[in-house]
C-alpha cells in the first residue's frame, strides 16, 4: 500500500469517525457512485441496520429505495441524489419521499445536499451525501394543506420575499370565482386583496413588516367584474422557511344584499305607510310609546305628530277606556295579532268616535312594534241606530198593517 493510498484511508477513516455521531445522516461514495460508508442516523433514516443494505452502489440503491418530488412525480434514476453529485452538481436543500421497494408502507422524507471533496489536485475524490429527516416536518405540512384547503373561510397565502400568491384554498375560489391559475403566481398588486381596505395604509405597512393585519372591510374584485364586500385579516406565518401572509376572508355580500333589501322594504312600507288612506298608527311593543302614524290617523283624530311621537298610548289618553285599552294590549302580547275589534277612541277635543281596530306584530329596525289600523265607524253606527229606532217606533203601531194585510188575503180568495 502506497504512502498516498495509505493517507486517504487515513482521512476516510478519520473523516468517518468524526460524522458517524452527526444527527443528520452522512453516505460516502466513490465517484463512480460505489456506496462506502453511511452513518447511523443515515441508516436509520432508510430503516436498515448495515450499509450494504443500501445497495453496492448507485444502482442497486435506485433499485432498492423508490423517490419521489413532492409535487408526486417520481425521481428518474439518473437524477437520483447520488448520480447528480456524481456528475459534479453540488445541490442543497432537495426535498424527497424515500420509499423502500420491498416495503412500501414505510415512507421518510429526505431533505439532502451535497458534497463533493476533492483532492491536492482539486480532483473529485469522494462524494457525500448529508441528509436531514424531514419526515414530521412533511407531516406537519400534510396536515396544514388538508386543513387549508378543507377550510370552507376563504384564505390565500403570499410569500412576503415577492408577494406573490402561492397557495390558494377552494373557499376562496368559491368565493371570488377566479380559478386556481389565476391566483397563484400573481402579486397583491395584480390581485389586491386589501383594495379600498379601511385602513389600507396601516395594513400595507403591516405586510411589509411581517405583521399581523387586523380585521377590516375591503372590496375584493371579480375576475368578471365588480367586486365583493369583504372583511380580511393577515395572519403571519412560515413555509418552508420562508416568511409568508395568510389572508383570511368572510364574505360580506350576502349580509349587504340582505341590508339593502331590509332598507328597501322599509322604504316601501314607509311609504305605503303615509300614502294609505286607512288611519295607522305603530307604538313600540315594550313601552307603548308612539313610533310614528300617518296622516289618515292624524286627519280622524285631530292631533299632530309632534304631539303624539314618543309619547305612550296612556299619555295620550286617545282610548277612551282604559280597560278596553289594556285588554287591547294584553290580547296583542299574548297572540300576536287582533281582527276587527270594537274600539272607541277619543279624538282631540274630547269628542268620541266609534272605530274597528286590526292590529298585528311587526319589526321595525330590529324593535318589536304594534301596527294599529283603525276604521272609524261612528257614521255608520249612528245610521244602523237610526234604522233600528225607525223600526222599533213603526212596529209600536203595526195595526194598520195588520188589518190591510188581512183585507188583501180575503181580496185573494
Given at each position: 500500500m502506497t504512502q498516498d493510498v495509505l493517507a486517504k484511508e487515513t482521512n476516510r477513516r478519520q473523516l468517518q469517525q468524526i460524522i458517524s455521531g452527526l444527527s443528520d445522516g452522512v453516505i460516502?461514495?466513490?465517484?463512480?457512485?460505489?456506496?462506502?460508508?453511511?452513518?447511523?442516523?443515515?441508516?436509520?433514516m432508510h430503516g436498515v441496520s448495515g450499509v450494504m443494505a443500501l445497495g453496492t452502489d448507485g444502482q442497486q440503491y435506485a433499485e432498492r429505495f423508490s423517490l419521489r418530488y413532492r409535487n408526486n412525480h417520481c425521481v428518474l434514476p439518473e437524477n437520483y441524489p447520488l448520480a447528480r453529485a456524481a456528475t459534479g452538481d453540488e445541490f442543497s436543500d432537495v426535498v424527497v419521499e424515500v420509499t423502500p421497494i420491498a416495503d412500501q408502507d414505510r415512507t421518510w422524507v429526505h431533505r439532502l445536499r451535497s458534497?463533493?471533496?476533492?483532492?491536492?489536485?482539486?480532483?473529485?475524490?469522494?462524494?457525500?451525501?448529508?441528509?436531514?429527516?424531514?419526515?414530521e416536518w412533511a407531516s406537519a405540512e400534510q396536515r396544514f394543506e388538508k386543513t387549508f384547503n378543507a377550510n370552507p373561510a376563504p384564505a390565500v397565502i403570499c410569500r412576503l420575499s415577492d408577494l406573490r400568491y402561492?397557495?390558494?384554498?377552494?373557499?376562496?375560489?368559491?368565493?371570488?370565482?377566479?380559478?386556481?391559475?389565476?391566483?397563484?403566481?400573481?402579486?397583491?398588486?395584480?390581485?389586491?386583496?386589501?383594495?379600498?381596505?379601511?385602513?389600507?395604509?396601516?395594513?400595507?405597512?403591516?405586510?411589509?413588516?411581517?405583521?399581523?393585519?387586523?380585521?377590516?372591510?375591503?372590496?375584493?374584485?371579480?375576475?368578471?367584474?365588480?367586486?365583493?364586500?369583504?372583511?380580511?385579516?393577515?395572519?403571519?406565518?412560515?413555509?418552508?422557511?420562508?416568511?409568508?401572509?395568510?389572508?383570511?376572508?368572510?364574505?360580506?355580500?350576502?349580509?349587504?344584499?340582505?341590508?339593502?333589501?331590509?332598507?328597501?322594504?322599509?322604504?316601501?312600507?314607509?311609504?305605503?305607510?303615509?300614502?294609505?288612506?286607512?288611519?295607522?298608527?305603530?307604538?313600540?311593543?315594550?313601552?307603548?310609546?308612539?313610533?310614528?302614524?300617518?296622516?289618515?290617523?292624524?286627519?280622524?283624530?285631530?292631533?299632530?305628530?309632534?304631539?303624539?311621537?314618543?309619547?305612550?298610548?296612556?299619555?295620550i289618553s286617545f282610548i277612551d277606556s282604559p280597560q278596553a285599552g289594556a285588554?287591547?294590549?294584553?290580547?296583542?302580547?299574548?297572540?300576536?295579532?287582533?281582527?276587527g275589534q270594537d274600539l272607541k277612541v277619543r279624538k282631540k277635543g274630547n269628542e268620541v268616535i266609534d272605530c274597528v281596530v286590526s292590529a298585528d306584530t311587526v319589526v321595525i329596525e330590529d324593535v318589536p312594534c304594534y301596527l294599529l289600523v283603525m276604521m272609524n265607524i261612528t257614521e255608520r253606527k249612528?245610521?244602523?241606530?237610526?234604522?233600528?229606532?225607525?223600526?222599533?217606533?213603526?212596529?209600536?203601531?203595526?195595526?194598520?198593517?195588520?188589518?190591510?194585510?188581512?183585507?188583501?188575503?180575503a181580496n185573494a180568495k
Open positions: 460516502l461514495a466513490e465517484v463512480d457512485q460505489t456506496i462506502l460508508w453511511a452513518n447511523e442516523a443515515a441508516l436509520a458534497l463533493v471533496i476533492t483532492d491536492a489536485k482539486g480532483e473529485p475524490e469522494l462524494l457525500v451525501l448529508i441528509l436531514s429527516d424531514a419526515t402561492i397557495k390558494v384554498n377552494q373557499g376562496f375560489l368559491e368565493m371570488t370565482g377566479y380559478n386556481r391559475d389565476q391566483v397563484i403566481g400573481k402579486s397583491v398588486y395584480e390581485l389586491d386583496v386589501l383594495e379600498q381596505a379601511e385602513r389600507k395604509d396601516l395594513a400595507i405597512q403591516r405586510l411589509g413588516e411581517g405583521a399581523t393585519i387586523p380585521q377590516m372591510q375591503a372590496e375584493l374584485r371579480l375576475p368578471g367584474g365588480g367586486s365583493k364586500l369583504v372583511i380580511v385579516a393577515g395572519q403571519p406565518l412560515d413555509m418552508n422557511e420562508e416568511d409568508c401572509m395568510l389572508f383570511s376572508f368572510t364574505d360580506l355580500e350576502p349580509r349587504r344584499k340582505a341590508e339593502i333589501a331590509l332598507r328597501q322594504s322599509e322604504e316601501r312600507f314607509a311609504k305605503s305607510f303615509r300614502l294609505t288612506p286607512v288611519p295607522t298608527l305603530v307604538c313600540s311593543a315594550a313601552n307603548r310609546q308612539v313610533v310614528d302614524v300617518n296622516e289618515a290617523f292624524m286627519s280622524m283624530t285631530g292631533y299632530i305628530s309632534e304631539e303624539l311621537i314618543g309619547k305612550s298610548i296612556e299619555d285588554q287591547l294590549f294584553a290580547t296583542l302580547e299574548k297572540s300576536g295579532n287582533i281582527e249612528r245610521s244602523e241606530l237610526e234604522l233600528v229606532t225607525a223600526i222599533e217606533e213603526v212596529m209600536q203601531d203595526a195595526s194598520w198593517f195588520s188589518q190591510t194585510l188581512i183585507e188583501k188575503l
